[in-house]
């Protein structure tokens, strides 16, 4: 079956430390990946997505950046947080037959 | 661009009873899919249902359904016989058939009182 995996479930940062989020698929080969935030209370709002290994399109200018350095494996970093990075994180992948997306079980960044 | 519209933040209903969102969206396609996902306290996002905008007749599963209305550019969910566990924030979201991301409304946050 198809699954994914997303770590860590928590993470509390300093403003000014880099940042490391980590996706993986497992399953299913060549999907389509995405980071989404979700801010307290609100919708989501979709920051990269990939459709192939080193192949990132950026919807959002901001401090973050997104690689896919294998078929089935998703990075969020920054090299240095803002307050402002503050939030849910959400991978997400589909696959090519398209049934809707699945989600990891999120990452809650609070950056002090 | 597309856009997803939500227009009840917050809901509520009694156990058992029967509760409906709604959700209209706006697209220039003929092409597309609907979705509702679920977001309980775990905060984990679960795929409640879909419909593929060519097909008629509206999606149902078990105690979800939808009524989809292509003309008015409506896509309602009903949960029927409503549980403790259905409380969540419940998202309705769009996609281009072959998209490459999905469109998002803001959410509307259900309660279902015991």
């Known amino acids: 079956s198809q699954t994914i995996h997303q770590w860590p479930a928590t993470l509390v940062q300093p403003v000014g430390s880099p940042l490391s989020l980590e996706c993986t698929v497992e399953g299913t080969s060549n999907p389509n990946l995405y980071w989404y935030r979700q801010a307290a209370g609100r919708g989501l709002q979709l920051l990269f997505y990939s459709v192939g290994i080193g192949q990132i399109s950026s919807e959002v200018p901001q401090n973050l950046s997104a690689s896919r350095p294998q078929d089935r494996q998703f990075i969020l970093s920054s090299k240095k947080l803002l307050l402002s990075d503050s939030g849910f994180y959400l991978c997400a992948f589909r696959t090519k037959g398209f049934y809707g997306y699945t989600f990891g079980s999120g990452t809650r960044l609070t950056v002090v | 661009a597309q856009t997803v519209t939500q227009s009840q933040p917050e809901m509520s209903v009694q156990e058992a009873e029967t509760v409906t969102l709604s959700c209209t969206y706006d697209t220039s396609e003929s092409d597309y899919y609907l979705f509702w996902y679920k977001q309980p306290p775990s905060r984990q996002m679960i795929l409640v249902i879909r419909q593929e905008a060519y097909k008629q007749q509206n999606a149902t599963e078990n105690r979800f359904s939808v009524n989809f209305q292509k003309a008015a550019k409506s896509f309602s969910l009903k949960i029927s016989d409503s549980q403790l566990g259905d409380a969540a924030m419940y998202f309705c979201?769009?996609?281009?058939?072959?998209?490459?991301?999905?469109?998002f409304g803001p959410g509307t946050r259900l309660s279902v009182l015991p």
């Open positions: 979201a769009y996609s281009e058939n072959y998209g490459q991301n999905f469109v």
